[in-house]
């Protein structure tokens, strides 16, 4: 049975947005472990999400996300796949700007929303930092560390590494995890009937 052109057209898409999303995942490592392995596009509404407190409700909204460019279908034929390469390379780069700028401006409405945005100026960015961390919910694996993935811009993850931390501020640090850690293995607690 011959190929339909729809199904050449089908498959010939599904392979450039996998490859598009592979792109991605391998220029951004937040990117990476947000979309795992979907590679499925949908289409999403607007969320509303509703608070606790007596503010307006918080609205998100779907992330655009878009790229264009040109093949040359004789060239694909052809086996020439320079404009191939160039396309998908062009489209990760410009879609995992799109989706990570999105992503953290979402991040940024809700944590504004709800309080757990921290205002560093005037602050040491060590105490900043260990402030944020007493602030979110921090996930540990099974022997007791923090899996929690922190996202901090370059420019702060610089000046992190040329200040380093002080002794206070690493017992700090530690304090702030067995606080949380214990909060997340007392809230697992559950009483076996045998």
């Keep these: 049975m011959p190929c339909r052109a729809s199904e050449f ?12 999303h592979e792109l991605m995942g391998a220029r951004n490592p937040v990117y990476a472990r947000m979309a795992g392995n979907s590679r499925r596009v949908e289409t999403v509404t607007e969320s509303v999400v509703p608070l606790d407190d007596e503010g307006p409700e918080l609205r998100l909204c779907p992330i655009t996300v878009r790229s264009e460019g040109d093949l040359s279908v004789a060239g694909v034929i052809d086996g ?5 390469h160039v396309a998908l390379d062009a489209a990760a780069d ?29 602050q040491d960015i060590v ?24 996202v901090i811009h370059p420019d ?29 293995r007392a809230s697992r607690r559950v009483r076996r009937l045998d």
Excluded: C
Aim: proline share 2%; net charge negative.
């Design 127 to 150: 105490d900043a930092l260990i402030d944020g961390v007493e602030r979110t919910e921090v996930d540990f694996d099974d022997d007791g560390h923090p899996t929690t993935t922190l």
């Design 9 to 20: 057209e089908s498959a010939s898409w599904r392979w450039f947005t996998d490859s598009v």
């Design 80 to 84: 020439e796949l320079t404009d191939v």
């Design 94 to 122: 410009v879609m995992v700007e799109q989706t990570m700028r999105g992503y953290f401006s979402a991040i940024s409405s809700v944590s504004d929303r709800v309080g757990n945005t921290i205002d560093a100026s005037g």
């Design 156 to 184: 702060t993850y610089a000046k992190l590494l040329a200040r380093g931390t002080t002794p206070e501020q690493s017992s700090r640090l530690q304090a702030v995890y067995a606080k949380k850690l214990e909060e997340r």
